[in-house]
């Protein structure tokens, strides 16, 4: 259950980020790498109860899970390492690379909407 921390990071992220004494936030955007273990259908559980009370409360979060990308150094392109491939770089089978994707915690986007003035 430790994606309610996420959670409440992602919320905390998007407030500081929104001037949340003019603005609603709507939406908020992660990407998440498939090697940070954590689960994106349980962000999107727990998030409504991470956002309650705060500006983002009502928000959908949208999760982008970000599959491991590595750089072979040896021959320097681009794979996916998988146990399928033995975690080997398809063009040269070299076992020597250099992760690039899959370990991210990013929130990418925020969407806001100007609260009407109460008079």
């Known amino acids: 259950m430790h994606e309610l921390s996420y959670c409440i990071s992602l919320v905390n992220m998007a407030c500081e980020n929104a001037d949340t004494d ?3 936030i709507t939406e908020l955007v992660a990407d ?3 090697m ?3 689960v994106p259908e349980y962000l999107i559980k727990y998030f409504p109860e991470a956002a309650k009370g705060t500006a983002a409360e009502g928000a959908v979060l949208t999760v982008n899970q970000v599959p491991v990308e590595g750089e072979c150094l040896d021959c320097k392109k681009s794979y996916r390492p998988s146990a399928e491939n033995g975690y ?3 063009y040269c089978k ?3 690379f250099d ?3 899959g370990r ?3 929130l990418i986007n925020i969407k806001v909407k100007k609260r009407s003035r109460e008079v």
């Open 22 to 24: 003019k603005e609603t």
């Open 32 to 34: 998440v790498g498939v």
């Open 36 to 38: 940070t273990g954590v």
């Open 88 to 90: 080997s770089c398809p």
């Open 94 to 96: 070299s076992l020597k």
């Open 99 to 101: 992760l690039k994707h």
């Open 104 to 106: 991210e915690f990013e």
